[in-house]
């Protein structure tokens, strides 16, 4: 079931990753290998999951990986204090 959610999140994951914390820059970076998705998820400690689908694609879906935060798109602009600055930021 992992695999498959890990199949399902890949499709549109991304990983924005700052550079420095003086550099206001911040890398992002497409994700399209499962296995790199899943080295991220077992290796990264300063991360933060979050998930922009609707509720309803979530559970369409089988649902979400453990520790992702369900931020859906239409509402991450008045949610972005929910988002910390100073993590790498996976999507799905």
């Known amino acids: 079931m992992q695999r498959i959610l890990l199949a399902a999140l890949l499709v549109g994951a991304t990983c924005a990753c700052a550079q420095d914390k ?11 290998d499962a296995n790199e998705l899943e080295k991220l998820l077992k290796e990264e400690s300063n991360r933060f999951f979050l998930d922009v689908r ?17 931020i859906p798109l239409g509402e991450l602009e008045k949610r972005m204090n929910e988002v910390p600055k100073d993590k790498t930021i996976i999507t799905a």
């Open 54 to 70: 609707e509720p309803a694609e979530i559970s369409e879906l089988g649902g979400s990986l453990p520790g992702y935060v369900n």
């Open 22 to 32: 003086k550099d206001t820059k911040t890398e992002v970076k497409k994700i399209t």
